[in-house]
T-cell receptor
């Protein structure tokens, strides 16, 4: 059975800290890994990663995929209180469509 | 460009009633997905539809649940004879193709009394 595991489950940091969120996966016929940010509403798309070793960056957020070791990390630098959310990662297979989500990492950034 | 729209945002039903959840995909998207998020659990895939076709319903409970995406109008997720265990947040997502990223709607929070 395909499995996506995120760690840590929760994290509390101070504003300005840098955080690293982890996502490991066991997905048959793996195709891509996606990161989403979920506040009290819709999960918001952050990144989709298909190639190993290529970092994707958007402002203070960046992510990279390691297809050999079957994991991905999401980095957030200079955290702000607005970064407080649940961060979800999901794997997809070559059949293309269903996102297989992990349970998420709950991040709280304190002032 | 409006995002994925879902309505209602909150729905309360008594046990045994029917629940209808609607989803309008983003403009230009013809692929729709439904996910369910139970309390304390992650998002789980339910069904994938294209216009007038159900492509994959492997995540749908076998009874009481159905989905459609007609040629005109929104996608509908229908739950008949709701039970308390159906209480959850139901999210719809859409994409341009089955290989593109999926964009999520705000969800419908169903409460069954």
């Amino acid at each position: 059975e395909d499995k996506v595991v995120q760690s840590p489950l929760s994290l509390v940091v101070h504003e300005g800290d840098t955080v690293t969120l982890n996502c490991s996966y066991e997905v048959t016929n793996f195709r891509s890994l996606l990161w989403y940010k979920q506040e009290k509403k819709a999960p918001t798309f952050l990144f989709m990663l298909t190639s190993s070793g290529i970092e994707k960056k958007s402002g203070r957020l960046s992510s990279i995929l390691d297809k050999k070791e079957l994991f991905s990390i999401l980095n957030i630098t200079a955290t702000q209180t607005g970064d407080s959310a649940i961060y979800l990662c999901a794997g997809t297979t070559n059949s293309g469509y269903a996102l297989n989500f992990g349970k998420g990492t709950s991040l709280l950034v304190t002032p | 460009n409006a995002g994925v729209m879902q309505n209602p945002r909150h729905l309360v039903r008594r046990r045994g009633q029917e629940a209808r959840l609607r989803c309008s995909p983003m403009k230009g998207h013809s692929h729709v997905y439904w996910y369910r998020q139970l309390p304390e659990e992650g998002l789980k895939f339910m069904v994938y539809l294209q216009k007038e076709n159900i492509i994959d319903e492997s995540g749908m409970p076998k009874e009481r649940f159905s989905a459609e995406f007609p040629k005109e109008g929104p996608s509908i997720l229908r739950i008949q004879q709701v039970v308390r265990g159906d209480s959850a947040a139901y999210f719809c997502a859409s994409s341009q193709s089955s290989y593109n990223e999926q964009f999520f709607g705000p969800g419908t929070r169903l409460t069954v009394l």
